[in-house]
């Protein structure tokens, strides 16, 4: 069982910043990609940013150049850097990984989320 635990959410005013992190834990034998959703209330969750274990990243349009994904592979650990937050980025931000345990063959993981809120 792997297990993901996310924080540094809150409140942020508009064009301000946040940055979230999510450490994952428990028999890992292999992770092959960690990433952040978000859920808006009343909309899907829906991709926001992904690293690969080799560095390679992927973005939601809605977020390019403003927020940046990075890893620390030692540690089993997932950051999101967001920068010039605006309204709409307001939603519970959960952390997902893609990875392979001793008894079970690759499976999705999912953090409990965390809220990000960007209001004046």
């Known amino acids: 069982q792997v297990q993901l635990v996310e924080s540094g959410g809150g409140l942020v005013q508009p064009g301000g910043s946040l940055r979230l992190s999510c450490k994952a834990s428990g028999l890992i034998s292999s992770i092959y990609s960690m990433a952040w959703y978000r859920q808006a209330p009343g909309e899907q969750r829906n991709l926001v940013a992904q690293?690969?274990?080799?560095?390679?990243?992927k973005y939601a349009d809605s977020v390019k150049g403003r927020f940046t994904i990075s890893g620390d592979n030692a540690n089993d650990t997932v950051y999101l850097q967001m920068n010039s937050l605006k309204s709409e980025d307001t939603a519970v931000y959960y952390c997902?990984?893609?990875?392979?345990?001793?008894?079970?063959?690759?499976?999705?993981?999912w953090g409990q989320g965390t809220q990000v809120t960007v209001s004046s």
């Open positions: 997902n990984a893609e990875a392979q345990t001793p008894e079970v063959a690759v499976y999705d993981y």
């Open positions: 690293i690969t274990m080799s560095g390679r990243t």
